[in-house]
C-alpha cells in the first residue's frame, strides 16, 4: 500500500494538555477517509497539521511523500481543501476569488476560466461569475470554496464539512464528484459530524475523542466491533459519549425548576 | 462644587448610566482575548513601558515643533506661538483620535451580546468612551509634554494646570465632533449607507482642518504681522486659537480679544460635548449600531470599476509584479481597496488634503520662485499617506484572509509586496503626478525635481511601514488602532525626518544636480528593498486571519480543535 497521507506519533500538547494523543495513519490513494469526533476532539488540528498550516506538534506527518513540517510548500501545491467555515472576500465575484486562487498555483489563466466557468455552472452558478458574493447565502459560497479547492486538481483534499449550507442537489453531486475523485485516485480526507453523509460516502471511518483515535476500520468493520444492527450514530454515541441523552434531556429541564416539568 | 456634584448626579440620572452595569462590562473589555470595541486581544497589547518610551522618541520631532511655538523662538507674540503649537498639537492628534474614537464607538461586534439586553444607551456610549479616555490621555499627553515642560519652565505651575485644563478641553471637543458627525449621519444617510456618510464627513472636515491649519501656517503675514493678524475676527472661529486664548487670558493679562476667545474655549466643548450626548443617550446610539448591521439582501452592492479602468489596473499589475503570485496578490488587493471603507477613510481625506495645500500654494504663490518652507510643505503633504499602507492588512473581509496560509506562496512576503504595489499605484502615484504636473507647469523643472524627490521618500516610507505586516486584509479592523500603537510602529517618523533633512541638505549644498543624484540613489535603494520585502517569510498567524468564529478564544486554547 502507497500512503499519500502518512502519520507516526503525529500529536500535539498545547499549554500543557494533550490535544492529540500520539496517531499513526496511513491513508493510500483512491480512499475515502472519514474523520469523525465530538466538538473539540482533534480533528481541525490534525487537518491544521496535515495541511502545513500547523507546524509545532510532535511526530511526523507526509502528504504525498514531502514532509509537513519541513516542506509545507510542496504539500500545499499538492492538496485542496474546504474549510469549516465558509469566508470568502465578499466585495469580489467567484470568478475573480477563483483566478486568484489559480494565479497562486501557477495555473493558466485561460484553463482557470475555462474550468471556473464550466464548475461554477455545475453547481447552478451561472449568471452569477461576475457578480460580488456580498449576497452569497452560505450554500453559494460553499460551493465557491469547493471549486476553489479543486480547482488546480489536487492529489489530496482535505475537506472539512464540505456540504455544510448545501442545498440537496449540490449535496448529491458533491458525494459523487468525491466517489469519481476517489476512482480516479485522489486521497480524500472528510471530517464531519453528518454520520448519514460518511457512512455513504467513505471508505474507511475513524472515530476520534479527546485526541484519541477510538476506531478505525469500514463501516462493516465498525458494526463487526460495536454491533450489527446498530447505526453509525449509535456506534459514535457509544464510543465517544455513551450516556442515555434522553435522561440527560431530563436532567437539562430540571435545571430551570421542578415544576418546568410537572407543568 | 456642590453645584457641580448636583449638575453631574442630574446629568447621571438624565442619561441613564448604570454604575453596576458599566463596571460589568468595563471587566469583561479587560479580559485578554476580549475582542469587543475596548479592547485588543492578548497578543497585541502592547508592553506600556517600552509604548512610552517609544511613543516618546517618535514624536519628539514633531512635539518639538510645538515647543518652538511655546519658547517663541520664532514667534514674538506669545498668543500666535500658543496658536502654532496647539495646531501642531491638534493635527497630529486629531486624526488619531477621531480614527480611535470612531472605531471604538461604531464597534457593532458586541451587538449580539448587548443589544438584546436591558443596558441603556449611555451606559454604553459612556462605557464605549471611558474605555478610549485611557488611549486617547496617553497618546494626548506623548504628543504635549514637550511643549508641557516648555511652558512650565517659562511660566510655572500655573500654566501647566492651565495647558492639562486646555488638553481636557480638545479632548471633549474631538469627542462631541466624532459624535456629531455619527448623529448628523444616523439622520440623514441611508442605513446601507452610514459608514460612507461618516466617511465622506470625516473627510471633508479634516481636509478644512488641514487646509485652515495649512493656510495658517504658509501665510507670511502670519509670521511678520503678528500683531495684525491677532485681532482678526477669523480666529474665533479657529479651535487652537481658543485654547492659545485660554493661555493667554489666564498666564498674561485680560484683553477682550483673549477673554471671548477663552470663553469659547471653556464653553464650546463642554456644551457641545454634553449636547450630543444628552442627544444620543436617547436612544440613539443603540439604534445607530444595530443600523450599521444592515441585512445581507438590503445592502448596497460593492461598487464595481468601469471596464477601461480594471483593464488599466491589470495592465499595470502585469508591468510591476515579478511573478504570478504577486500578479495575483495585486489584481485582488486591488479589488478590495475599492470596497474597503477603513482604508478609504484614511486615503481620502489626505489626498484631499494634499490637493487642497496643492491649490493654496498655486494661487498664493504662483508669481514668485518657490522655495523653503512652501516648497517641503508642497512635497511633502502626502507622506502621511505612507503610513496608510498599513491600512491593508486590516479588513472587514479579514476572516477571509485563511487562503492567505493555505495557497502555496513561494514567501508570504510576495503578499506584502504585491499589495504594498497596489497601495502605491492607486493613491501615491495620482497625487504625485498632480504635484509635478503642477509644479513643473508654475514653478518649472526644479519644483518637479524635488517633488520627485518626495516621491521617492514617500515610496520608501510606504515598503519600511509595510514591512512587519503579515498579510493582506488578514486582520480585524476594529484592532487597527492597538495595531498602530505597536513598538515599532512609529520608527517611520525618524526614517522620514532623516531622510527629509537629506533632502534639504542636499538642495541646499549641492542644487538641482544634488537632487537628481539623491533621485537616482533612492530609486536604487526602493528596488532593494522591494526585493527584500519580497523574499521575506513572516511567521504563520493561527489566530488573526483564520476563519474561526471563536478567535477570541485562541489566544487562550489550541486554535480551534
Known amino acids: 500500500m502507497n500512503a499519500v497521507i502518512k502519520m507516526r506519533g503525529l500529536s500535539k500538547v498545547y499549554s500543557g494538555k494533550q490535544v492529540l494523543e500520539p496517531i499513526d495513519l496511513d491513508i493510500p490513494a483512491g480512499e475515502v477517509v472519514g474523520y469523525l469526533g465530538p466538538n473539540g476532539a482533534g480533528k481541525s488540528t490534525t487537518v491544521k497539521i496535515l495541511i502545513g498550516v500547523t507546524k509545532e506538534f510532535n511526530g511526523s506527518a507526509e ?16 492538496i485542496g481543501y474546504v474549510p469549516e467555515v465558509a469566508a470568502l472576500y465578499d466585495s469580489i465575484s467567484p470568478l475573480e476569488y477563483l483566478r486568484f486562487v489559480g494565479r497562486v498555483h501557477h495555473m493558466d489563466d485561460a484553463l482557470i476560466e475555462s474550468r471556473a466557468t464550466e464548475m461554477l455552472n455545475l453547481f447552478g452558478l451561472e449568471g452569477e461569475h461576475q457578480t460580488p458574493m456580498f449576497n452569497y447565502s452560505k450554500g453559494m459560497k460553499q460551493k465557491v470554496l469547493f471549486t476553489a479547492a479543486v480547482i488546480h486538481d489536487p492529489s489530496v483534499l482535505f475537506l472539512d464539512e464540505p456540504l455544510s449550507g448545501l442545498d440537496v442537489n449540490a449535496v448529491m453531486l458533491v458525494k459523487e464528484v468525491i466517489a469519481q475523485l476517489a476512482k480516479a485516485g485522489k486521497a480524500i480526507f472528510y471530517s464531519s459530524h453528518m454520520m448519514d453523509v460518511v457512512q455513504k460516502v467513505c471508505d474507511r471511518i475513524i472515530i476520534l475523542d479527546k485526541g484519541k483515535v477510538l476506531a478505525d476500520g469500514s463501516f462493516a468493520e465498525l458494526q463487526e466491533q460495536q454491533g450489527k444492527n446498530k447505526s453509525l450514530e449509535d456506534i459514535f454515541s457509544k464510543l465517544t459519549s455513551g450516556v442515555d441523552h434522553v435522561a440527560m434531556a431530563t436532567k437539562f429541564i430540571r435545571s430551570l425548576g421542578s415544576d418546568v416539568l410537572a407543568a | 462644587m456642590q453645584v457641580l456634584a448636583d449638575v453631574g448626579t442630574r446629568l447621571i440620572r438624565r442619561w441613564g448610566l448604570d454604575g453596576v452595569q458599566m463596571a460589568a462590562l468595563a471587566r469583561v473589555q479587560r479580559r485578554p482575548g476580549h475582542g469587543g ?99 486617547a490621555g496617553f497618546l494626548l499627553f506623548a504628543i504635549s509634554l514637550p511643549t508641557a515642560i516648555a511652558l512650565a519652565a517659562r511660566l510655572g505651575a500655573v500654566a501647566l494646570l492651565v495647558f492639562g485644563i486646555s488638553l481636557v478641553l480638545t479632548l471633549l471637543f474631538l ?56 485681532r482678526q475676527a477669523w480666529w474665533y472661529f479657529y479651535p487652537p486659537a481658543w485654547m492659545a486664548g485660554l493661555l493667554d487670558y489666564s498666564l498674561m493679562g485680560k484683553t477682550r480679544f483673549n477673554s471671548v476667545l477663552a470663553a469659547t474655549a471653556a464653553l464650546a466643548p463642554l456644551a457641545s460635548f454634553v449636547a450630543c450626548i444628552q442627544l444620543f443617550a436617547g436612544g440613539r446610539f443603540t439604534e445607530l449600531l444595530s443600523r450599521l448591521e444592515v441585512p445581507r439582501n438590503s445592502a448596497v452592492t ?45 486615503v481620502y481625506p489626505f489626498i484631499g488634503g494634499a490637493l487642497f495645500n496643492c491649490g493654496l500654494c498655486v494661487v498664493m504663490l504662483r508669481h514668485g520662485p518657490m522655495g523653503g518652507l512652501a516648497l517641503f510643505v508642497y512635497c511633502y503633504t502626502p507622506i502621511c499617506l505612507a503610513v496608510g499602507v498599513r491600512l ?73 511601514c509595510f514591512w512587519g505586516a503579515t498579510a493582506a ?43 537628481i543624484g539623491g533621485i537616482v540613489v533612492m530609486g536604487g535603494a526602493i528596488m532593494v528593498a522591494f526585493r527584500r520585502l519580497r523574499s521575506r517569510n513572516m511567521p504563520a498567524d493561527p489566530v488573526r486571519g483564520w476563519s474561526d468564529e471563536n478567535r477570541h478564544l485562541a489566544a487562550c486554547k489550541p486554535p480551534s480543535t
Open chain 1, 63 to 78: 502528504v504525498c511523500g514531502f514532509d509537513v513540517r519541513k516542506e509545507p510548500l510542496e504539500v500545499k501545491k499538492r
Open chain 2, 37 to 135: 470595541a475596548a479592547s485588543a486581544p492578548a497578543d497585541v497589547q502592547p508592553r506600556p513601558r517600552w509604548l512610552t518610551v517609544s511613543l516618546y522618541l517618535e514624536f519628539a520631532p514633531f512635539a518639538v515643533l510645538g515647543q518652538i511655538g511655546i519658547a517663541g523662538i520664532l514667534f514674538p507674540s506669545f498668543f500666535l506661538g500658543l496658536v502654532f503649537s496647539y495646531t501642531v498639537i491638534m493635527l497630529l492628534f486629531g486624526p488619531l483620535f477621531l480614527r480611535r474614537c470612531t472605531t471604538a464607538l461604531l464597534d457593532t461586534s458586541e451587538n449580539r451580546v448587548l443589544l438584546h439586553l436591558p443596558i441603556s444607551d449611555g451606559t454604553l456610549l459612556a462605557v464605549r468612551l471611558l474605555s478610549i479616555a485611557k488611549h
Open chain 2, 175 to 230: 469627542v462631541a465632533i466624532t459624535l456629531a458627525i455619527c448623529l448628523v449621519t444616523l439622520r440623514h444617510v441611508k442605513p446601507a449607507r452610514i459608514k460612507d456618510g461618516i466617511l465622506a464627513f470625516q473627510a471633508v472636515f479634516f481636509i478644512l482642518a488641514l487646509g485652515v491649519a495649512g493656510l495658517a501656517l504658509t501665510d507670511p503675514s502670519f509670521v511678520k504681522g503678528m500683531p495684525e493678524v491677532s
Open chain 2, 302 to 346: 460593492p461598487k464595481r470599476l468601469p471596464k477601461w479602468l480594471t483593464r488599466l489596473s491589470e495592465q499595470i499589475s502585469a508591468l510591476t509584479s515579478g511573478d504570478k503570485q504577486e500578479r495575483a496578490v495585486f489584481d485582488l488587493t486591488a479589488k478590495l481597496t475599492q470596497n474597503d471603507w477603513g482604508t478609504k477613510w484614511y
Open chain 2, 392 to 464: 491593508i492588512q486590516y479588513s472587514a473581509e479579514w476572516r477571509a484572509a485563511w487562503c492567505h496560509q493555505v495557497l502555496p506562496f513561494a514567501k508570504q512576503g510576495v503578499i506584502t509586496s504585491g499589495a504594498t504595489k497596489v497601495y502605491i499605484c492607486k493613491y501615491l502615484l495620482p497625487i504625485y503626478l498632480v504635484l509635478l504636473a503642477a509644479g513643473a507647469a508654475v514653478w518649472g523643472a526644479a519644483v518637479a525635481l524635488n517633488t520627485l524627490f518626495a516621491l521617492a521618500v514617500v515610496m520608501l516610507v510606504c515598503v519600511h
Open chain 2, 473 to 515: 486584509y488578514s486582520k480585524d479592523p476594529w484592532l487597527m488602532s492597538k495595531g498602530f500603537e505597536k513598538i515599532g510602529n512609529f520608527m517611520w517618523l525618524p526614517l522620514v525626518v532623516g531622510l527629509i533633512v537629506t533632502h534639504i541638505v542636499l538642495e541646499a549644498v549641492a542644487g538641482t544636480w544634488g537632487v
